[in-house]
């Protein structure tokens, strides 16, 4: 017999719930327990934007666990949004060119000049000491990578001929990534996260990521979503400028262990002590995997965190022991 009650349904922001959800919250069995990680990006970070998101945790039954504030020197001196995009990142601040795996024959090919003879010319540069090389910021190097000739080597994997009035062109990875980077790092700013959890049973992984959270997009949100909150009423929460798809206003992750990859990055949550790390441990999953994993590698031929997006905790762990095999 079901240990879950039966309730009435309610309709509440786009999305329907149990009247007691509450009692059913405490009924659910911890291992099965959804548990995300979720931040309110700079350019968002106000009060009224803080108490919109602590509202609908509030209506929607999400328990918040933890909460805090990270500054923008903290995520800069920590690397922590380098880690967070690190498919993107690793190229632009984390690794040296050396360190990548080039495909020389594409480089030649798209550039007319081999990769030993760029290296030994002193003419690659991953994209945060390119700001240095060129003597620009973040969004000098934007306008720069705009307009210069680029090639895509992989998923995430860039590399492009800046050149700049008065130096010598260069070969940069990822330029891109700078200003990204710019706008969680600038003095000043700040992000406030949420480690957050709830019932799989009343609200599915896809349900929180597509009607609490809303699309990337925020136009293409569903009215009562965040993003879609965010946007309509963005003059209203402090908002200097109209949300987009970059500056949608708030993350979340993507799946229950990108949920767990995250709190290991932003809060280096220990694997073995946090909820979700244990049952994955418990299920056969070594932590050295799971550490392995938190960088999104190829498994299997696909994308690790793609293969797990949107399942609920015992779902992705029932997937995660598959690919482990």
Known sequence: MSRYFLAPIVAVGGL??????????????????????????????????????ANKFKETNIKVLKTGTLTGEQIDKDKLIDQHYYAIASKATLMKPLEMPVPVDKFKEAFGVSWEEANSNNLVFNALDACNQLGVDAMGLDKLWAKAKKVKFGGGFYCGLVEAPGKKPIYVFNGFFMEMRSKFVTPGTSITYY???FCPNNLS??????????????????????????????????????????????????????????????????????????????AGITADTIKKWSIDPQVKGKSLFDQLEDLDASACIKKAVELSK
């Open 205 to 282: 992984w896809s349900d929180f990521r597509g009607k609490v959270l809303g699309p990337t997009d925020p136009k293409e949100a569903p009215v009562g979503s965040l993003r879609a909150s965010v946007l309509s009423d963005w003059q209203k929460l402090g908002l200097k400028d109209v949300p987009n798809v970059g500056d949608n206003g708030i993350h979340a992750s993507a799946s229950p262990f990108e949920g767990l990859a995250e709190r290991m990055n932003w809060l280096h949550s220990d694997i073995a002590t946090d909820s979700f790390g244990k049952e994955l441990i418990a």
């Open 16 to 53: 329907s719930f149990k009247l007691n959800d509450r009692k059913q919250v405490a009924h659910c069995d911890k291992h099965v327990m959804n548990n995300a990680f979720v931040f309110i990006k700079p350019h968002a970070n106000t009060k009224n934007t803080q108490d919109l998101v």
């Open 195 to 197: 480690v957050v959890e």
